[in-house]
């Protein structure tokens, strides 16, 4: 007996498993009669910690039973699962023969994790580049043979940043406890080469000194220390950036090569760049009546990419003909003529596009016939083709007819008309200036459900499965829900516990096709259990954490769908880098699908720290530490403080993304605050409490709601307590009030940085109530509004607009509202041009506030390239209810230009704003310095 073990198992490749691959060979079926397993004993070596788990994993994906016949395929299918796994190792397979047949005895050595990964000595290059260039990440199991890989695409890595003798030590520390590894790279990124110098050669048209300003590697080359080194894919990007130059100053054939000469002795490079300038390209239009020059040169695209063989050209007059036929000019001709000759020496390509727009057609009417079923307003509503109105320009064009045609077609269809005959035709006025639009329809048979059954189904009811799918008796049949219907079906099945259902339909029509009989044919297949969940990488967060979001215990019905579910909501959290889910069983329609969670953590710790200056805040610093993953719970908890030339602030938040296990995120901070901002003559002091609720309802909408506590109290910056008068001590005494805050948030922006299209809009009210007096008893309301829109056809220009209004409505029997409580305008937030809240002053040249502002700019925002943006801008806005009558409160504007530059993390700019109606005694501008957009 032992001999037919020892046969079956050297066959079947399981001896030893080393370096984590396992091989196994096709074994033969025997025809012997197969010995009984007596005992299946498992040997878990050189662990540290979790043995029982690991117990558990082993004996829940060994397929071997006692007392039941050896197989050598379930022995194989067990090998192969604790290899898919990822838990063990080594894996060795031995046998012993008994009276009662054999024990079959596993050894399995378990995998070390990677608990963490630090670098020393990268800069300047940050961590997550090192991260990204190698394969190993935390909560990764160590295999020690793959170091020496790893090392090498560190090694690769600083190699392309220009350093061309880096050494990578590597340094392992095991945690005692559970034997998991620490990784530290330690590397020493000796030397670099720095740029000596650049030479041009073939460049005739552009001097050398205007192409090497062009150059990042020139300019890097005067930074200090390694930040000064030669990159040779800086280069690449530098000979890209000057092709393009190229192209922009007409020269659409240009080619540029270059040439690396390093001199590893005295560390440094020349650089010879080979420049084949090719002809200088004019661009002529002729015959174009509806289009400017202008708008027909966006079409021209050799000046933006390549004009290999005149491909270019050729895609030139596509991107025109496009736009004539999009206007209505559907036998558009246009050709190129062109000329050759020399200027200046340089050759010149005298380039002509010769247009022959040809008639524009306006419909003059539809005229639909043999329709029954839809009336013609009906049919209209799914044409383009239609009259000229106050947005449909009513050009007749004949592709556009085409669709519509089908759009029609799909209309007959979802009403169960399967085979119209639809025939369009068009009839051109005599002085070809109109078109007459002849749609002749042929409805044919209409299609209804006959009958509608299930065949094979047992885990739902009937009522269940019919009120799922939509091809009911009496409906009107559509073919492609047949489809749809069939995979409802088979989602619904499919969440109870049978994932390899099939849902087959079967149509069969009646003679004259009116009725069609529908049938699904379901196999639901082998009924599926969830097995057990392992986690692995979670180092700190807590397993249940992660165990909540999948709703499916073990023995539950099996659903993939909810297992999909919980990926999406974990990978969510914000305390992973990434996961993975893993099953075994389900591709071999095991009666338990056991699941394998593998997690990489973020660093739990972060510090934030700022510096720098702004028009509204003067010279300011930030900072702001916490824990992204509190106690392995996914809470966060941070401090952060922040100090600049109007005060400071000091606040500590604890929030939790996931209220009760609810879409509901909270956050309950404590705050202290004391600012004097710039021209108001008091300060404020607040010290207070906040807790607040928010929902994201869909990836645009999201919804708020928050209680706020404040102590505040007001005080004047050029008076001390004894010159306060009775009249005034209310207005400065200490308040405290409560602060309740709904809103609503829209956002359709595509980017929060640096949006270049979308709407993003919110709605808020504060509702205010003093606790000691009726000074803070108020709703303010505040509206906000922005608009983002970049054309096709000039990507380059961004428009931007922005809309507030706030309205403050006093509430109890005081109507004055304290100064720190009102609306001020003026400055670099809302209207430039304009000092620091600003807008409206008193005789005293103090800011004055009021109960109501309104503010609006529109922005044009232009693309220099090179991450430089010039904007030019127009503000407006105006301040009422003020506590002082004025005899004008009309509104402000200001117009203004500026430049901005464009940073990973937002914009920096400079902006000057000229006021439009300056008065007597003021400025005519201000100079505005802002990090990121004002809106």
């Not at 043995?51 to 067990?78: D, Q, V, W």
């Not at 340094?171 to 030397?191: H, W």
């Not at 329709?371 to 013609?376: L, P, S, V, Y």
């Not at 914009?907 to 005519?924: M, Q, T, V």
């Amino acid at each position: 007996m032992h001999r037919f073990i020892g046969l079956a198992i050297s066959l079947f490749g399981l001896i030893i498993f080393l370096s984590s691959q396992v091989r196994s060979e096709e074994i033969p079926q025997s025809q012997i009669d197969a010995p009984i397993v007596s005992d299946i004993l498992i040997q878990v070596t050189d662990i540290k910690k979790d043995e029982h788990t690991l117990l558990e994993i082993a004996e829940n994906l060994i397929h071997l039973k006692k007392s039941e016949p050896f197989s050598p395929k379930l022995l194989e299918n067990s090998i192969q699962a604790l290899k898919l796994s990822k838990k063990f190792s080594h894996i060795h397979v031995d046998s012993e023969d008994s009276h009662e047949g054999i024990s079959i005895i596993f050894s399995l050595t378990p995998f070390r994790y990677i608990k963490d990964i630090k670098f020393s000595g990268a800069y300047p290059v940050f961590e997550q580049r090192i991260l990204n260039a190698i394969n190993l990440y935390t909560g990764d199991a160590f295999m020690p043979d793959e170091l020496d890989h790893q090392r090498q695409l560190i090694k690769n890595l600083f190699i392309d940043e220009g350093f061309f003798e880096p050494e990578v030590n590597t340094g392992i520390q095991t945690d005692p406890v559970d034997g998991n590894v620490a990784l530290t790279f330690d590397i020493q990124k000796g030397r670099y080469l720095r740029l000596n110098q650049i030479r041009f050669i073939g460049n005739h048209s552009i001097s050398s000194g205007r192409l090497g300003l062009k150059m990042k590697t020139r300019q890097n080359a005067f930074l200090p220390g390694n930040r000064g080194r030669f990159v040779e894919k800086e280069l690449i990007a530098d000979i890209n950036r000057l092709v393009q130059f190229y192209r922009k100053k007409h020269f659409a054939d240009v080619k540029i090569n270059y040439e690396i000469e390093k001199d590893f002795e005295n560390q440094d490079v020349v650089v010879l760049i080979t420049i084949e300038e090719g002809p200088y390209y004019e661009v002529k239009f002729e015959g174009n009546k509806t289009f400017w020059d202008l708008t027909l040169k966006s079409d021209v695209v050799i000046f933006d990419e390549k004009n290999l063989h005149d491909m270019g050209l050729r895609k030139s007059i596509r991107n025109m003909k496009a736009r004539y036929l999009k206007s209505g000019f559907w036998e558009t001709q246009i050709n190129i003529e062109e000329t050759q000759e020399l200027k200046n020496n340089r050759p010149v390509r005298k380039v002509t596009f010769k247009i022959a727009e040809g008639t524009r057609y306006e419909v003059e009417n539809v005229k639909i016939s043999g329709n029954t079923h839809f009336d013609d307003k009906n049919i209209l509503k799914q044409m383009l083709t239609r009259r000229p109105g106050i947005f449909d320009p009513g050009y007749y064009i004949p592709e556009t007819l085409e669709l519509d045609v089908i759009a029609i077609k799909t209309l007959y269809a979802q009403e169960g008309y399967m085979e119209p005959l639809i025939r369009s035709d068009a009839v051109l006025s005599e002085d070809k200036q109109n078109a007459t639009v002849l749609i002749d329809i042929e409805e044919g048979h209409r299609t209804l459900v006959g009958t509608t059954s299930i065949r094979g189904l047992t885990v739902l009811s009937e009522k269940e499965a019919y009120d799922a799918i939509s091809l009911k008796p009496g409906l009107p049949f559509r073919n492609y829900m047949v489809r749809s219907d069939e995979n409802t079906l088979s989602g619904l099945i499919s969440s109870h516990g049978y994932p390899h259902v099939k849902v087959t339909g079967k149509v069969d029509f009646s003679q004259n096709r009116t009725k069609a009989d529908v049938m699904f044919a379901v196999d639901e297949g082998p009924f599926v259990r969830m097995g057990q969940i392992y986690y692995s990488g979670n180092f700190r967060t807590k397993e249940y954490i992660v165990s909540r979001e999948i709703e499916m215990n073990p023995g539950a019905p099996f659903s993939l769908g909810r297992m999909l579910e919980g990926q999406r909501t974990i990978r969510d959290m914000e305390i992973f880098n990434e996961v993975q889910f893993r099953t075994i069983g389900l591709r071999e329609k095991a009666e338990d699908i056991h699941l394998f969670v593998e997690m990489e953590e973020k660093k739990p710790y972060y510090i934030q720290t700022g510096l720098g200056y702004q028009t509204d805040l003067g010279t300011y610093i930030n900072l702001k530490a916490g824990d992204r993953n509190l106690l392995g719970r996914n809470k966060d908890l941070w401090f952060g403080g922040s100090l600049s030339e109007i005060g400071y602030r000091g606040e500590a938040w604890y929030s939790d993304p996931r209220l009760f296990r609810a879409d509901i995120s909270t956050s309950l901070g404590l705050f202290t605050e004391k600012k004097e901002e710039f021209n108001k003559n008091f300060g404020v002091k607040i010290y207070g409490a906040s807790l607040g609720f928010s929902r994201k309802w869909t990836s645009q909408l999201s919804t708020g709601l928050s209680v706020r506590y404040e102590n505040r109290k007001k005080y004047d910056i050029n008076r001390t307590d004894v010159d306060i008068d009775e009249d005034d001590e209310a207005l400065f005494r200490s308040r405290n009030l409560i602060v309740v805050t709904p809103s609503v948030a829209y956002d359709t922006r595509d980017s929060v940085i640096r949006p270049r299209s979308g709407l993003f809009t919110t709605i808020s009210a504060d509702i205010s109530q003093g606790i000691n007096d009726d000074l803070d008893s108020f709703i303010k309301y505040n509206m906000d509004g922005r608009y983002f829109r970049t054309s096709k056809s000039i990507p380059w220009l961004t428009l931007a607009c922005l809309g507030r209004v706030g309205y403050i409505d006093p509430q109890g029997n005081v109507q004055d509202v304290p100064d720190d409580q009102l609306f001020f305008l003026g400055g670099t937030s809302d209207v430039r041009g304009f000092k620091e809240n600003m807008l409206l002053f008193d005789a005293n040249k103090d800011p004055v506030g009021g109960r109501f502002s309104m503010a609006g700019s529109l922005e044009a925002r232009i693309d220099l390239g090179g991450n430089f943006e010039l904007t030019t801008f127009v503000d407006a806005g105006r301040i009422e209810n003020t506590e002082i009558s004025f005899d004008d409160t009309d509104i402000r504007t200001s117009a203004g230009i500026g430049l901005r530059y464009i940073t990973p993390i937002g914009p920096i700019g400079l902006l000057y704003g000229h006021k439009l109606d300056r008065k007597n005694g003021e400025s005519p501008g201000r100079l505005h310095f802002s990090l990121g957009y004002t809106f």
